[in-house]
């Protein structure tokens, strides 16, 4: 009989052991869904992030772009204009 409650009682200490690390377990994926939630968040913000800035990126080339055209225009016609103000000056 001794031998029957010792058994019966390793047997409950068993089961308390494993509800036990169930729920240790449970908590454990508990912390993973929530850190897995807030890579998610985080990885979608730096994907838009990422977006506005190649957006940027390709406003400013194409204003390079406009700026440069413009430059090869310009500079002659001031270059032009100096020399003619030059030449005034001097006459």
Not at 6 to 19: F, G, H, K, T
């Amino acid at each position: 009989m001794n031998m029957d409650k010792d058994m019966l009682e390793a047997l409950r200490q068993i089961s308390q052991n494993q509800e036990s690390l169930l729920s240790g377990q449970q908590e454990s994926l508990k912390l993973q869904r929530e850190q897995f939630e807030m890579y998610k968040t985080q990885f979608d913000r730096a994907e838009r992030l990422n977006d506005r800035a190649e957006k940027i990126q390709d406003t400013s080339a194409k204003m390079m772009a406009t700026a440069r055209k413009a430059m090869v225009i310009l500079l002659p016609i001031i270059f032009f204009l100096l020399i003619y103000l030059t030449w005034l000056i001097l006459r």
